[in-house]
C-alpha cells in the first residue's frame, strides 16, 4: 500500500518568491515514482514534474525543483519566483514502476495563494 | 496533440436519475483511468483500462457506476439512480503504458 502525506493545507507566497511544499510518502515498493500536479481552480490537473526512486538527481522542470530525499522519504516541491498565475491546489503522488502498477494515490493536496 | 477531453464539464441532476460522463484521451494512449474528487481531498482511483479491457475496479464503485471502453478509445462513465453522496468531480485520465499519466479538465457533478 501507498501513502502520500502533505500536510501543509494552505501557504501564502509572496510573488517573485520562492515556496517550497511538503510532500513525504510511505511504500512498500522497492521501485517507485513520484508526481507533482497543479490543480486551477477550473480543475484541470495539470502535470508539473517527474522523480524516478532510482534517479540520481534531483527533477527540474522550469521553475519546478523536487528536492528528493529517499532516506527521508521525501519528496518536497520548490517553486522559484512564483507568479500570480501559481496560485492553485498542488498534490503529490506516487505509483510503482512495475508493468502491472497503474494506480496513482494521491495527498490531500496544498493550496498555494501568490500575493502581489 | 490534444489533450485528455471530457464532457460534459457540469452537470446538475435529480436524485434518482441516470447521468453519464464521457472521455476522450490522449490519441494512441492504451491507458485510461477514472477517478473522484470531492471538495479539498486529492483524487480517489475509481476504475482502469488498458486498451478495451476493464482491469480494476475501486471497491468505492457501487453497483449503481458502470464504466466502459468500447474499442479501446473513448470511455463513458455512467451513475445509476444518483445520490446525493455522489455529487463529486470526476477526473478521467489517460498513459502510454507506464509513462506519465495526463488528466482531463474533469466533469464537475450536482445531485440536488
Known amino acids: 500500500a501507498q501513502k502520500i502525506t502533505q500536510t501543509q493545507p494552505g501557504m501564502f507566497v509572496q510573488e517573485k518568491e520562492a515556496v517550497t511544499l511538503d510532500c513525504t510518502y510511505d511504500?512498500?515498493?522497492?521501485?517507485?515514482?513520484l508526481f507533482w500536479y497543479k490543480q486551477p481552480s477550473s480543475g484541470e490537473m495539470i502535470f508539473l514534474i517527474y522523480?524516478?526512486?532510482?534517479?540520481?538527481q534531483n527533477a527540474t522542470e522550469g521553475r519546478y525543483s523536487l528536492n528528493f530525499q529517499k532516506a527521508r522519504k521525501s519528496a518536497n516541491l520548490v517553486i522559484s519566483a512564483s507568479q500570480l498565475g501559481d496560485s492553485a491546489m498542488y498534490f503529490c503522488?506516487?505509483?510503482?514502476?512495475?508493468?502491472?502498477?497503474?494506480?496513482?494515490?494521491f495527498g490531500a493536496g496544498t493550496t498555494v495563494t501568490v500575493r502581489a | 496533440d490534444t489533450g485528455v477531453s471530457q464532457n460534459p464539464r457540469h452537470k446538475i441532476t435529480k436524485r434518482g436519475q441516470n447521468v453519464t460522463f464521457r472521455c476522450d484521451p490522449i490519441?494512441?494512449?492504451?491507458?485510461l483511468y477514472w477517478y473522484r474528487q470531492t471538495l479539498g481531498q486529492g483524487p480517489e482511483f475509481l476504475t482502469y483500462?488498458?486498451?478495451?479491457?476493464?482491469?480494476?475496479k475501486s471497491r468505492l464503485l457501487s453497483d449503481r457506476f458502470s464504466a466502459e471502453r468500447p474499442k479501446g478509445s473513448f470511455s463513458t462513465l455512467e451513475i445509476q439512480r444518483t445520490e446525493q453522496g455522489d455529487s463529486a468531480m470526476y477526473l478521467c485520465?489517460?498513459?502510454?503504458?507506464?509513462?506519465?499519466?495526463?488528466f482531463g479538465e474533469g466533469s464537475w457533478l450536482t445531485v440536488v
Open positions: 485520465a489517460s498513459s502510454r503504458e507506464g509513462n506519465t499519466i495526463y
Open positions: 511504500t512498500s515498493d522497492p521501485s517507485y515514482g
Open positions: 522523480q524516478g526512486s532510482y534517479d540520481q
Open positions: 503522488a506516487m505509483r510503482g514502476v512495475a508493468a502491472n502498477d497503474y494506480k496513482l494515490s
Open positions: 490519441s494512441e494512449h492504451n491507458r
Open positions: 483500462f488498458q486498451n478495451e479491457a476493464q482491469l480494476e
